[in-house]
């Protein structure tokens, strides 16, 4: 036996509960790995809340850790008990102890990297990878506006974008954030509790306004974010913090300058193992080389068992940068 999150219904946080449950053997191509840290994620809530509804209950919850390899299928060949590895588009069950996962999503961790940092920057380094190397590959010189810039994705974004000697404007909900994204490498940040946020951008680029937009907050950004924009500029919505981005009428992209909108995800960027080996060099590189440094603060380290409260603090938006659950 051993311990997992788990819920069966849609929710709140109290919907998680701390159960035992019987880890099958990984199939013939599955490694069944010994989690030292687990990632939370802002999807996570999703799903819990049925946004993102599961087929089955009870369900586990999560996708992403790091540990140790235990077991491994008759057809795996890439790995061996006792491997480093990392993980992040796994079946939903990471929030436990042991998790078989498909051989196709896991990767070998360097030594240099330890599991808490892999676990805290994993799918978060990856969504970052895709976003400013794929979806809209971001230039040096380039001015562009990221939402939520001191979140576990945005921190990784600002110090990415000092990597690529671009500026990133970065949104933040108060003054101690704006300073974190800054210190991450932000070029400048706008407190949206506060300024307006297309009047902001478009100061700070004396009326140019920004090439692409990556929005994560979804519903409450939608009109500032096309606001911010060039004409023929690109939004990137990757997420739905504050609620998904319904009713869109399409005629509004036409008025507000001919722009376009993208609504990406990892799993459309990473879909076999060397798309997931192209990313994760390039992220562990940056991470080695101490560009992108991903520190968790001591109070946001949770026991596995107290997953309820980890969700009521990432939901009420008092943490910085990634979280994670220790099992």
Not at 24 to 40: K, L, S
Not at 121 to 129: E, I
Not at 133 to 160: N, P, S
Request: with cysteine; charged share 20%; net charge negative.
């Amino acid at each position: 036996m051993a311990k997992r999150i788990q819920f069966s219904q849609h929710g709140g946080p109290e919907v998680l509960q701390w159960a035992d449950f019987d880890p099958a053997d990984p199939a013939e191509h599955e490694v069944q790995v010994e989690n030292r840290a687990i990632g939370i994620n802002y999807i996570d809530t999703y799903v819990r809340s049925g946004l993102y509804p599961v087929s089955a209950f009870p369900s586990g919850l999560g996708t992403e850790a790091a540990g140790v390899v235990s077991k491994v299928g008759a057809a795996v060949t890439r790995f061996q008990p006792g491997d480093r590895v990392v993980y992040c588009q796994a079946a939903l069950g990471a929030y436990s102890e042991l998790h078989n996962v498909a051989e196709e999503r896991l990767a070998l961790l360097p030594e240099s990297i330890s599991f808490e940092t892999a676990a805290a920057s994993f799918l978060k380094g990856l969504t970052v990878q895709y976003l400013l190397r794929q979806t809209w590959k971001v230039k040096a010189d380039e001015t562009f506006l990221f939402h939520a810039a001191a979140g576990g994705v945005g921190l990784i974004a600002c110090q990415w974008a000092k990597a690529l000697g671009a500026h990133l404007i970065g949104t933040v909900g108060s003054a101690e954030k704006a300073q974190i994204a800054k210190a991450a490498g932000a070029w400048a940040t706008i407190n949206y509790r506060e300024e307006d946020i297309a009047q902001r951008v478009s100061e700070l680029t004396q009326g140019k306004k920004v090439a692409v937009v990556y929005d994560s907050v979804g519903k409450d950004t939608w009109e500032p974010s096309l606001d911010s924009l060039q004409r023929h500029g690109l939004l990137v919505s990757f997420g739905n913090a504050s609620g998904p981005v319904t009713g869109v009428d399409l005629g509004i992209l036409n008025k507000k300058g001919s722009l376009f909108v993208t609504r990406p995800s990892l799993f459309g960027y990473i879909t076999n193992r060397e798309e997931l080996e192209q990313a994760s060099s390039e992220l562990f590189s940056l991470i080695a080389s101490r560009a992108i440094q991903v520190n968790v603060p001591e109070q946001q380290k949770f026991p596995l068992r107290d997953a309820m409260r980890a969700h009521q603090i990432l939901e009420s938006r008092a943490t910085q940068g990634s979280s994670l659950l220790l099992p």
